[in-house]
T-cell receptor
Framework: DAKTTQPTSMDCAEGRAANLPCNHS???????VYWYRQIHSQGPQYIIH???NNETNEMASLIITEDRKSSTLILPHATLRDTAVYYCIVRDIQGAQKLVFGQGTRLTINP | GAVVSQHPSRVICKSGTSVKIECRSL??????MFWYRQFPKQSLMLMATSNEGSKATYEQGVEKDKFLINHASLTLSTLTVTSAHPEDSSFYICSELGPNTEAFFGQGTRLTVV
């Protein structure tokens, strides 16, 4: 079972920052937070991951709360091509390492 | 990130026939690959984990004799849907573990069984 809770859908205006929340209140010490997105009829695309520190790459920023029970993915300047389903996944990188997907957030970027 | 090539992207087959889907790791030797299935408007469902040179580990409820997985080399894993039926029509996606534990996904295969 997925260990995360995300809003079903969100809208954001083009050019604005899109902030996608995720709750993972049962996360354990060995588990990382991963974000992926899936554009319609394609395979998921890796975005970013982190353990406890905030992370930033060319695609997005990941803010993880100090208690690690929630996180926010930030797309700083959303474009129409960022319209997709965004999945927040908690994963233990030891052992089986499998990714279990929840329902994700359907983000729509509006012109 | 790593490049995963999945073929075919689309396939239509007759009920009762078998279909093979290939997943190739183009720039990384993937010890572990995952196979997922996705029905319309639903999330990805993990079907099985394949490790190079050993038998695949199937998730609960997935028939191992129907969904044959072979991971004979570090760059190729295959999923064969045997005796396909219309209810097997779905979007099948493979994934490999990258060097920094992130997973990279193939483009997916849309299977339609008629």
């Amino acid at each position: 079972d997925a260990k995360t809770t995300q809003p079903t859908s969100m809208d954001c205006a083009e050019g604005r920052a899109a902030n996608l929340p995720c709750n993972h209140s049962t996360i354990s010490g060995n588990e990382y937070v991963y974000w992926y997105r899936q554009i319609h009829s394609q395979g998921p695309q890796y975005i970013i991951h982190g353990l406890k520190n905030n992370e930033t790459n060319e695609m997005a920023s990941l803010i993880i709360t100090e208690d690690r029970k929630s996180s926010t993915l930030i797309l700083p300047h959303a474009t129409l091509r960022d319209t997709a389903v965004y999945y927040c996944i908690v994963r233990d990188i030891q052992g089986a390492q499998k990714l279990v997907f929840g329902q994700g957030t359907r983000l729509t970027i509006n012109p | 990130g790593a490049v995963v090539s999945q073929h075919p992207s689309r396939v239509i087959c007759k009920s009762g026939t078998s279909v093979k889907i290939e997943c190739r790791s183009l720039d990384f030797q993937a010890t572990t690959m995952f196979w997922y299935r996705q029905f319309p408007k639903q999330s990805l469902m993990l079907m099985a984990t394949s490790n190079e040179g050993s038998k695949a580990t199937y998730e609960q409820g997935v028939e191992k004799d129907k969904f044959l997985i072979n991971h004979a080399s570090l760059t190729l894993s295959t999923l064969t849907v045997t005796s396909a039926h219309p209810e097997d029509s779905s979007f099948y996606i493979c994934s490999e573990l990258g060097p920094n534990t992130e997973a990279f996904f193939g483009q997916g295969t849309r299977l339609t069984v008629v």
